[in-house]
């Protein structure tokens, strides 16, 4: 985005210098914040470089010898950062589904323990209390299920 400022000031101080208000009309900022918008406003700053022909004075003003190309290659680069991140929300959202079938192997080697210790120890009424507390963690406790029937005023 602030690349984007610095294209939008440089191309003011052109406008400027070439006393071209008409200029400024094709280096906007984007009025949203959609990543859409912010993709086709860099692609549009860039066309309008090219079509006036406008690399030399902005590389004049401090920036590369293509700032063009310089701008749709940020797009380009923006547009594969987009795709790496709805990537990553999908390994997440695939992670979290995952939690089940966790649990589930969790609670199969709890019983296998639980077997275990049952034979191992059996004879040992201090080891069977402490495994019976520490194999049944708290667990939270869960809201109540609202009535579905209306409650019955008393006269």
């Known amino acids: 985005m602030e690349e984007l400022r610095d294209i939008v000031r440089t191309a003011?101080?052109?406008?400027?210098?070439?006393?071209?208000?008409?200029?400024?009309?094709?280096f906007r900022m984007p009025s949203g914040s959609g990543d859409t918008e912010l993709k086709s406003v860099a692609l549009g700053m860039a066309q309008a470089i090219r079509e006036l022909s406008l690399n030399d004075e902005f590389e004049a003003h401090a920036h590369g010898?293509?700032?063009?190309?310089?701008?749709?290659?940020?797009?380009?680069?923006?547009?594969?950062?987009?795709?790496?991140?709805?990537?990553?929300?999908?390994?997440?959202?695939?992670?979290?589904?995952?939690?089940?079938?966790?649990?589930?192997?969790?609670?199969?080697?709890?019983?296998?323990?639980?077997?275990?210790?049952?034979?191992?120890?059996a004879d040992r009424p201090d080891v069977l209390t402490a495994w019976r507390t520490t194999s049944r963690p708290e667990r939270a406790a869960r809201p109540k299920p609202k009535s579905s029937t209306p409650a019955t005023p008393n006269p």
């Open 12 to 26: 003011d101080a052109i406008s400027e210098e070439q006393d071209n208000p008409a200029l400024m009309d094709r």
């Open 65 to 121: 010898a293509d700032t063009a190309a310089e701008l749709e290659e940020m797009v380009t680069e923006f547009a594969s950062s987009e795709g790496a991140q709805g990537t990553a929300l999908g390994t997440q959202a695939g992670a979290t589904a995952t939690i089940p079938s966790i649990l589930a192997r969790g609670r199969a080697g709890v019983k296998t323990l639980n077997a275990l210790f049952h034979r191992v120890y």
